[in-house]
C-alpha cells in the first residue's frame, strides 16, 4: 500500500501536523488502524504526564508480581517472578547465579 503525507489537526492544541507516509507506514506495521489524533508535541506531553518512557507506543507497566518460595540450595525466603510449581527447585538469585556460573 502507498502511503502519502496527511495534514491532521491535534484535537490537543489545534494545531495541523504532518502525518508522514513513514508515520503512517510505521503504524500500519504495529497494526494500528487509527490515525494519530494528537501532533507530537502533544504526545510526548502527554506520555510525561502518564509517566511512560521515551518514545515508543507501549502502554505503562505493571509492577511485576513476586512470589514467595525457599531456595533448594541454601533454604532462604526469597521472592521470585513466577509462581514456583514444586516439581521443579527454586533458587535464591545467589545462589542461582552460583549454580549458573557451573555451567548447569
Known amino acids: 500500500m502507498a502511503f502519502a503525507d ?3 489537526q491535534c484535537v490537543g492544541c489545534g494545531n495541523e501536523f504532518v502525518f508522514s507516509a513513514q508515520e503512517q507506514e510505521a503504524f500500519a506495521a504495529r497494526g ?3 490515525d494519530p ?3 507530537p508535541a502533544c504526545r510526548e506531553a502527554r ?4 509517566g ?5 507506543l507501549a502502554g505503562e507497566r505493571r509492577p511485576r508480581q ?3 518460595a525457599v531456595c533448594a540450595e541454601c533454604g532462604a ?4 517472578p513466577f509462581q514456583p510449581r514444586g516439581d521443579r527447585p527454586v533458587y535464591c538469585s545467589s545462589c542461582y547465579s552460583k549454580l549458573r556460573g557451573t555451567g548447569r
Not at 511512560?52 to 515508543?56: I, L, M, S
Not at 525466603?77 to 521470585?80: F, G, I, Y
Open 52 to 56: 511512560e518512557g521515551d518514545g515508543g
Open 6 to 8: 496527511r495534514t491532521l
Open 77 to 80: 525466603d526469597t521472592q521470585v
Open 47 to 50: 506520555r510525561s504526564q502518564r
Open 66 to 68: 513476586l512470589y514467595p
Open 37 to 39: 489524533k494528537r501532533c
Open 32 to 34: 494500528f488502524t487509527n
